[in-house]
């Protein structure tokens, strides 16, 4: 069974960094990929990072969301089955609850933000205070 799971939110002060962690299980990189994304109250949500694997699965691409490029880093630890988002230099915008999520490649490419999502974390509280 496919499964994810969030932790690491808190509240940090603005130009603080947090670590975010997805403990994935039932898939690996080379099959799934995973996305992160937030929710603020009243907002929509937002795609903010994710990681997959390359056609031939021979290196994972990660992408970031504009806003958060240079700021925001994915790495993984596959012996752990986790995922991080390392969040530096954190703004009041960034605030909102974070979610995992794992999903097959869309069929017509291995971008990860096309992927076929369909395993969802709980979610985790990121909070930074002006």
Same mark, same amino acid.
């Given at each position: @069974?496919?499964?994810?799971?969030? +932790?690491?939110? *808190?509240?940090?002060?603005?130009?603080? +960094?947090?670590?975010?962690?997805?403990?994935? +299980?039932?898939?690996?990189?080379?099959?799934?990929?995973?996305?992160?994304?937030? !929710?603020?109250?009243?907002?929509?949500? @937002?795609?903010?990072? #994710?990681?997959?694997?390359?056609?031939?699965?021979?290196?994972?691409?990660?992408?970031?969301?504009?806003?958060?490029? *240079?700021?925001?880093?994915?790495?993984?630890?596959?012996?752990?089955?986790?995922?991080?988002? !390392?969040?530096?230099?954190?703004? &009041?915008?960034?605030?909102?609850?974070?979610? #995992?999520?794992?999903?097959? &490649?869309?069929?017509?490419? +291995?971008?990860?933000?096309?992927?076929?999502?369909?395993?969802?974390?709980?979610?985790? !509280?990121?909070?930074?205070?002006?």
């Amino acid at each position: @069974e496919v499964h994810v799971a969030e +932790s690491g939110g *808190g509240l940090v002060q603005t130009g603080g +960094s947090l670590r975010l962690s997805c403990a994935y +299980s039932g898939f690996t990189l080379d099959d799934y990929a995973i996305l992160w994304y937030r !929710q603020a109250p009243g907002k929509d949500r @937002e795609d903010v990072a #994710c990681i997959g694997a390359s056609d031939d699965k021979s290196y994972y691409k990660d992408y970031y969301e504009w806003s958060v490029k *240079g700021r925001f880093t994915i790495s993984t630890d596959s012996a752990k089955n986790i995922l991080y988002l !390392q969040m530096n230099s954190l703004k &009041p915008e960034d605030t909102g609850t974070y979610y #995992c999520a794992a999903g097959r &490649p869309d069929a017509r490419t +291995s971008v990860c933000w096309m992927a076929d999502l369909t395993s969802f974390g709980q979610g985790t !509280q990121v909070t930074v205070s002006s």
